[in-house]
């Protein structure tokens, strides 16, 4: 069924009865040539380039619990291409093209909303740096405007500019930059994928991975054994746990970051604005909600909620630069679980077990990365070979020692 403003008009006429479950909750088959573990964003964009894209269609989706139920669905939505290191910058902005022709595609609302988002900088060293960043960006043909403190005031009068520690000098803005609805991402791949054939199958945890003679012979799971010749690994913050099945050891560590979300108010924050000085980010919900985050607990963690004081961190970060966020409440809060790689960057590639594909360490990031992400893991996937665009993600680069550190704090997960 495709989506269209005159099947909205039919529906509304004829009261609704018309609409078809967007996606069959399928039971998993005894084998498939093509399985890929983790129902989230990533996992359900790879499965629909690798049927869209090149012609697999044999392909389960396996998922713990139901899909989006991940990161997927618990992360503050921001969209962007705003990176320094050419490995990174070729990547996202790929995302981003894709991002900006999601809707299309799909035929399904992702709510893409290229509202632009803006850096703050508070200092000459900060504004050096972001001038760097620009340039390298525009180097990539990618949009990027340096303002100055005046630009800003002009498109948010509201900020904090003369806070005595941190007072605003100016901004990088990416305008292409934005949000998207994260789990109209989750559902409208899902649609996509399913109309091409793929099983998605929810309620399924992998428990265990086949490997005879250093290649995967398929999966063990909650609802019986699955042979298969390619099993791709897109689990997210579980990566280790679920590499591990394999006897893998990965550079990952796994860490809780929180999100927040503010009582309704009127359109007042119409981009998504970062402060400079601290760990913070905020935008604003089409139903009004101020949606902002900022660090990670910074201690490893499986659990999907956060501590005190990292909320108490992040308020502070908040209220110096929106000193009105004090009056607002805060209706609800979350966590979820980052797979925070040494490098902060993420893996796209294979691994020593012929057949086996990892897509992780996808950090704070990896909401903006799930078109690309999905399409790089795809081309992985069917030609057994990197696509251009994903290929500096690559494993033994923790063996090798050419890391990509976007943020260039060194080996420590936690800081990333
Ligand atoms: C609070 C928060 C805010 C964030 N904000 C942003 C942001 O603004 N912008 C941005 O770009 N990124 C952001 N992120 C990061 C982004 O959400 C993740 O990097 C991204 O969603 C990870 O990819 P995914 O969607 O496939 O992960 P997930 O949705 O986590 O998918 C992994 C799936 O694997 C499943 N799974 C795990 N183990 C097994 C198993 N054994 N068998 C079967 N299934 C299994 C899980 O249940 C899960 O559904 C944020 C994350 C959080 C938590």
New binding site residues.
Partial sequence: MSYSVFRLAREALRGQVGWKPAWRDAAPKPGYDAVV???????LATAYYLAKEHGLANVAV????W?????????????RSNYLLPGNERFYEWSMKLWEGLEQELNYNTMVSQRGVLNLYHSDAQRDAYARRGNGMRLHGVDADLLDAAQVRARHPYLDFDNARFPIRGGLLQRRGGTAR?DAV?WGYARGADRRGVDIVQN????GIDVVNGKVRGVR?TRGDIVANKVAL?????SS??ASLAGLRLPIESHV???FVSEAIKPLIDGVITFGAGHF?ISQSDKGGLVF?GDIDGYSSYAQRGSLPVVEDVMEGGMAVLPMLGRLRVLRQ??????MSMDGSPIIDRTPIAGLYLNAG?????????PA?GWCFAHLIAHDAPHPAGDAFRLDRFVTGAVLDEKGVGAQPNLH
């Fill in positions: 573990v983790g129902g989230g964003g990533h996992g396996l998922e713990k619990s899909i989006g139920s991940g990161n997927a669905g618990r992360n503050t939505t921001i969209i994260h989750v399924c945890e992998v428990v799971t897109a689990c997210a913050g579980n746990r679920v970051l929180q999100a980010y985050g979350w966590g979820g679980i980052m797979d996808w950090c704070y990031g990896g909401f903006k990365a799930t992400s």
